[in-house]
């Protein structure tokens, strides 16, 4: 089984900076996937940014150039979001994802809360 376990949530102001942090406890396999989704209420849980563990990233074009994700797999597979020039839109709560691609399993953190007060 596999935990993931977020930090790093809040408030904040329009312009200003969050980082996130998700550390996967557990037997991790080498060959995952880490990323952040978020979800509005009332809409589809959204893919903002990947990192594959050999480093590869991919993000959202609503984050691209504001949002920088990271990881470190030395220190229990931790994925990082570090989100900068906040905006009211990006409100939402927060998840942190594993992925195994083969065969698909997906784990899920408990969600945090980013609020972006304009």
């Known amino acids: 089984q596999v935990q993931l376990v977020e930090s790093g949530g809040g408030l904040v102001q329009a312009g200003g900076s969050l980082r996130l942090s998700c550390a996967a406890a557990?037997?991790?396999?080498?060959?995952?996937?880490m990323g952040w989704y978020r979800q509005i209420p009332g809409q589809q849980r959204e893919l903002i940014a990947a990192i594959t563990n050999t480093g590869h990233t991919n993000y959202a074009n609503s984050v691209k150039g504001r949002f920088t994700i990271s990881r470190d797999n030395g220190r229990k597979n931790t994925v990082y979001l570090q989100m900068n020039s906040l905006k009211p839109e990006d409100t939402a709560v927060y998840y942190c994802?594993?992925?195994?691609?083969?065969?698909?399993?997906?784990?899920w953190g408990q969600g945090t809360q980013v609020t972006v007060s304009s």
């Open positions: 557990g037997t991790i396999f080498s060959i995952n996937v």
């Open positions: 994802n594993l992925e195994y691609p083969s065969p698909n399993v997906n784990y």
